[in-house]
């Protein structure tokens, strides 16, 4: 079994997380690479989430997937497969040499992944049904008295779809204190900031309202993701919220600093430039943190 609640926050800890999140970029930069463009955005921003959840908190078993004890991971939004896929591979679901076959032909890492690969809970993308799923899958657990908890990962351009509010009503409702939805505020959907599209905050006040358990907090911020979890798991009765806001293209300065990132086509020297930035920023936390 890996992951688990056991695991102390020791700055060792932490410190082991950091370098599976560098991990997980290097994965994401490798895989955008190979075919030129990608989502990478997106996977850069939400590994340190990933990290924490597949390396610290959740319950499950690489060597059997099915099994019913198990956490359960739902990626509403599909396009973060590659976030993902790094993630499955640092874990040992599946091979990083796997990696390699992102975005090809009859690969099962698909640029929107499906349940066609091992790990995936559900097939996302249909934007606004991952809530929904992952409440049903919460009730299930329930009903079949195990403790499996759920946790779905959802952005902020699906706030804008009212099948979203309906699944957080029922969650509400039913009082699913083992459901945790990560709610990805970046402050970029495919066209244009949420703002300029239809405006979602307060986002906080929002999720409140509809009787969870909130938190915001820094996205990026390892230990900041540590801390709310635990501070959640205390928490009874009620479903958990925790909005992160996050930086699309975190670790790599030219792609925080893109105007539009929401899909990245670069030339190949900038692939070669995206990895030094990489390497250089995580030289840089090193120090500040010895």
Same mark, same amino acid.
């Given at each position: 079994?890996? +992951? ?5 926050? !020791? ?8 370098? &599976? ?5 290097? &994965?994401?930069?490798? /895989?955008?690479?190979?075919? @030129?463009?990608?989502? *990478?955005?997106? +996977? ?14 959740? #319950? ?23 976030? =993902? ?6 874990? @040992? ?5 796997? =990696? ?15 349940? *066609?690969?091992?790990?995936?809970? /559900? !097939? ?14 919460? =009730? @299930? ?31 509400? &409702? ?22 300029? *599209? ?5 986002? &906080? ?32 009765? #009620?479903?958990?919220?925790?909005? =992160?806001?996050?930086?699309?293209? #975190? @670790?790599?300065?030219? %792609? ?6 929401? %899909? ?20 840089? #936390? ?5």
């Amino acid at each position: 079994m890996s +992951g688990g609640t056991d695991v102390s926050t !020791t700055a060792t800890s932490i410190t082991s997380l950091q370098l &599976h999140a560098l991990s997980l970029r290097r &994965h994401v930069l490798r /895989m955008a690479e190979r075919v @030129g463009q990608g989502y *990478v955005g997106q +996977g850069l921003g939400i590994a340190d989430l990933l990290t924490v959840l597949y390396f610290r908190e959740m #319950k499950y078993d690489p060597h059997n997937l099915a099994w019913p004890d198990r956490d359960r991971f739902l990626l509403s939004i599909g396009h973060y497969s590659i976030g =993902l896929y790094a993630a499955l591979a640092e874990a @040992g679901v599946i091979t990083v040499d796997e =990696l390699d076959t992102y975005g090809a032909d009859q690969s099962r890492l698909e640029m929107a992944g499906s349940e *066609v690969t091992p790990g995936f809970e /559900m !097939t996302g993308g249909s934007l606004g049904h991952g809530l929904g799923q992952a409440v049903g899958m919460a =009730l @299930g657990v329930r009903l079949d008295g195990r403790s499996s908890r759920i946790f779905n990962l959802l952005s902020d351009g699906e706030l804008q779809e009212g099948s979203t509010w309906e699944a957080a009503m029922s969650a509400a &409702h039913y009082r699913l204190d083992h459901l945790f939805a990560f709610i990805d505020c970046n402050d970029q959907q495919a066209d244009g900031p949420p703002r300029q *599209v239809l405006t979602i905050e307060p986002v &906080h006040s929002k999720w409140e309202a509809f009787g969870w358990d909130t938190q915001r907090i820094n996205g990026n911020d390892i230990h900041a993701i540590v801390n709310a979890i635990d501070a959640a798991r205390k928490i009874t009765g #009620k479903p958990h919220a925790i909005v =992160l806001d996050t930086l699309m293209g #975190k @670790g790599v300065r030219t %792609f925080e600093e893109r105007d539009k990132n929401h %899909f990245i086509r670069v030339e190949p020297d900038e692939w070669r430039l995206a990895r030094e930035q990489l390497e250089e920023n995580a030289q840089l #936390k090193t120090k500040r943190t010895a």
